[in-house]
């Protein structure tokens, strides 16, 4: 398998994944300048276990909510390509259909669809997400996840480098949380997974598949779905969802995880709060602090434009991407409302 993952074909499949909408980065344009000696020293460094990854660039976004972003060097993202084109195909095939992120042929619009669903059948749900789920990551726990399936050593290997590579990195994202039977050692438990890499992203569905099976098999809850931490469980009785969300608390300490304190059964009628709208079973309506966030980035924008920092395919291209995400929902008036009086300035001079 690692002679697999190190091969010519491999890694240059895995550039052009990490390349894509990229190129003209100039991290990206650096790399692709000596592109066949850089994947050949890649290939070298890998098959003689002599490979290292470099330090992360961390930055703060705050939409939807304050988040520390840490962003591997261009080589390194090409190296977690090349290693998830071998391992997703063999995780994918255990994975609920119900989970939705950073899945082909899933993401958000299909999870919204799917709860809609849900919400016309159930008339009560449950939402639940993780308390900073990336920096609770337990890399102990992952790794012993990630073996139960991975058989080759150099690939656990490689693994192993990368887990390391971001451990302490969101460590100033984690308060810390004991769970029964810890002792005071247990503050230096490695954890956290830093959110910006494809290998993180991938991994957090394979730290909570055991958990979406748990539901769905021990609990036997027929309308669950997980869009990365975000949970959705809807039933008949509000009875049941109480009992499950006890459940749910249980065994996410196993994992060392907890959730929000605020989930608790509610009717479908008050409308799901997921993925940045609101779901009835009939309509959908977009957050109104993601329009005002949007109408924000907006201005941010034709300002930028006006200065000629941003040229007019970009400004395009971002609106065009706001108006079709928010088709998903019952938006017309609103995007009526916000591109009607969208003026574009004339650019400085």
Not at 147 to 159: G, S, T, Y
Not at 306 to 326: I, K, M
């Amino acid at each position: 398998m690692f002679a697999q993952l190190t091969s010519w074909d491999n890694l240059l499949l895995a550039y052009r994944k990490a390349a894509r909408g990229k190129r003209g980065h100039p991290n990206v344009a650096l790399f692709e300048y000596r592109l066949e000696d850089n994947l050949l020293a890649l290939q070298s460094e890998l098959r003689a276990r002599r490979y290292l990854p470099g330090a992360y660039a961390s930055f703060y976004i705050h939409e939807p909510k304050r988040r520390l972003i840490s962003a591997a060097p261009f080589r390194d993202r090409v190296v977690h390509h090349a290693l998830c084109n071998l391992i997703e195909p063999i995780f994918e095939r255990s994975f609920i259909f119900d989970s939705y992120a950073n899945r082909v042929g899933k993401g958000t619009h299909a999870a919204l669809n799917r709860a809609q669903q849900f919400a016309r059948v159930y008339p009560y749900f449950l939402s639940c997400d993780v308390r900073q789920f990336f920096p609770s990551i337990d890399l102990a726990l992952l790794r012993r996840a990630l073996a139960r399936k991975i058989h080759d050593p150099d690939v656990l290997w490689l693994c192993d480098r990368i887990l390391q590579s971001g451990r302490g990195v969101l460590s100033e994202a984690y308060e810390m949380v004991y769970f029964p039977g810890d002792t005071l050692f247990a503050y230096y438990r490695p954890r956290g997974l830093p959110i910006g890499n494809l290998t993180s992203q991938f991994w957090a569905n394979v730290y909570l598949n055991a958990f979406d099976h748990f539901v769905k098999r021990e609990l036997r809850c027929l309308a669950y779905l997980r869009y990365v931490d975000d949970m959705l469980l809807f039933a008949a009785d509000k009875a049941i969802l109480c009992q499950w969300l006890r459940a749910i608390q249980q065994r996410l300490a196993g994992l060392r995880l907890t959730i929000h304190p605020n989930a608790q059964p509610r009717p479908v009628t008050e409308g799901i709060p997921f993925l940045g709208f609101y779901i009835f079973p009939q309509r959908r309506r977009l957050k109104r602090r993601k329009g005002l966030y949007y109408q924000r980035k907006l201005r941010r924008s034709l300002a930028a434009y006006a200065r000629g920092e941003l040229p007019l395919d970009r400004l395009t291209a971002s609106v065009r991407g706001w108006s079709n995400h928010t088709r998903y929902a019952n938006t017309v008036g609103l995007r009526k409302a916000l591109l009607s009086r969208l003026i574009i300035p004339r650019r400085e001079e």
